[in-house]
């Protein structure tokens, strides 16, 4: 599975955008980009995941460049309970591998 | 609550003791997965788990750690002799399939060796 780099820290205000950038050039074409969180302590919780489109679900947007090289995770308004550890994951479909978890993003909303 | 069932929440071993982390998956979930975070570290693979079958423990430490998901019952994580290192949440997550990167987690198993 393709390797990803993100930034360390974030700091977002409350009430605005989180934009949480995730970079994967050497990603394949049956690599699907997913997102997770962990807030503190607890399991990690599922985001959203894409192959080459944009996605939206009700936590997040998902952008993915057109060279797919990168993607942008996008939360519309955050709030304090978004403050956790946001880790951009690279898979294939149908692949037996199990995810692999980075250092992740430690995104802290700020009021 | 039909997500994915972790017990006991905490648990406390002396050294040289054993310690059993059970995991109940979400149903209709097949798929069972074991991460272990160190503090202050990221989530590391250990094992992944059919009914009945192990199909990857990469990441096991290759003495005293076992793991099995019954054809009944919920998957077991086995420590035996535990060390201080030993320490550590340990998060269970299920999947219906292989088909898909989206796992659903427990809320952890911390286990703590004095």
């Known amino acids: 599975d393709a390797k990803t780099t993100q930034p360390t820290s974030m700091d977002c205000a409350e009430g605005r955008a989180a934009n949480l950038p995730c970079n994967h050039s050497?990603?394949?074409?049956?690599?699907?980009v997913y997102w997770y969180r962990q807030i503190h302590s607890q399991g990690p919780q599922y985001i959203i995941h894409g192959l080459k489109n944009n996605e939206t679900n009700e936590m997040a947007s998902l952008i993915i460049t057109e060279d797919r090289k990168s993607s942008t995770l996008i939360l519309p308004h955050a709030t304090l309970r978004d403050t956790a550890v946001y880790y951009c994951?690279?898979?294939?479909?149908?692949?037996?591998?199990?995810?692999?978890f980075g250092s992740g993003t430690q995104l802290t909303v700020l009021p | 609550n039909a997500g994915v069932m972790q017990n006991p929440r905490h648990l406390v071993r002396r050294r040289g003791q054993e310690a059993r982390l059970r995991c109940s998956p979400m149903k209709g979930h097949s798929h069972v997965y074991w991460y272990r975070q160190l503090p202050e570290e990221g989530l590391k693979f250990m094992v992944y788990l059919q009914k009945e079958n192990i199909i990857d423990e990469s990441g096991m430490p290759k003495e005293r750690f076992s793991a099995e998901f019954p054809k009944e019952g919920p998957s077991i994580l086995r420590i035996q002799q535990v060390v201080r290192g030993d320490s550590a949440a340990y998060f269970c997550?299920?999947?219906?399939?292989?088909?898909?990167?989206?796992?659903?987690f427990g809320e952890g198993s911390r286990l703590t060796v004095l």
């Open positions: 050497t990603i394949s074409g049956n690599e699907y």
């Open positions: 997550a299920s999947s219906p399939g292989t088909n898909t990167g989206e796992l659903f």
């Open positions: 994951i690279v898979r294939a479909s149908g692949s037996a591998r199990q995810l692999t």
